[in-house]
């Protein structure tokens, strides 16, 4: 066990490589809506960041990795941002300041986008 710690196994390590592979649990309501973006295949696995336009440079960014949901009976390549604040958002490459696209997310509910081509 580690000294002061209280219990005997490691923090850190690989990601679960199958997060996110399934239904997504939203708690919208108030001000906080969530956003599903539909993504080409060829990008399944890559991760997406989210940033409010208005953050200054260096502020840190939520990101999520697109994978195949279900999604009304068919397996879809998507993302899904579970809880984002009213307002408008960007989405680029996760690490990059390239802009590919910039959604409107209304409070309790869920906004649904496509990835440009």
């Known amino acids: 066990m580690s000294e002061g710690h209280g219990h005997g196994h490691g923090h850190g390590g690989a990601e679960n490589?199958?997060?996110?592979?399934?239904a997504v649990m939203l708690d919208i309501g108030g001000?906080?809506?969530a956003l599903v973006v539909v993504m080409?295949?060829?990008?399944?696995?890559?991760?997406?960041d989210v940033a409010d336009p208005g953050d200054p440079p260096g502020t840190p960014r939520n990101h999520v990795a697109v994978v195949e949901?279900?999604?009304e009976?068919?397996?879809v390549p998507s993302?899904?941002?579970p809880e984002l604040t009213e307002g408008v958002w960007t989405l680029m490459p996760?690490?990059?300041d390239d802009v590919h696209l910039q959604v409107e997310v209304r409070g309790g509910e869920v906004t649904s986008a496509d990835w440009p081509a």
């Not at 490589?17 to 399934?22: E, N, T």
């Not at 080409?40 to 997406?48: T, V």
């Open 73 to 75: 009976g068919e397996v």
């Open 17 to 22: 490589p199958f997060a996110g592979q399934g």
């Open 69 to 71: 949901r279900p999604i």
């Open 40 to 48: 080409p295949s060829s990008m399944i696995g890559e991760e997406i």
């Open 79 to 81: 993302l899904v941002f």
């Open 94 to 96: 996760k690490g990059t």
């Open 31 to 33: 001000d906080v809506g």
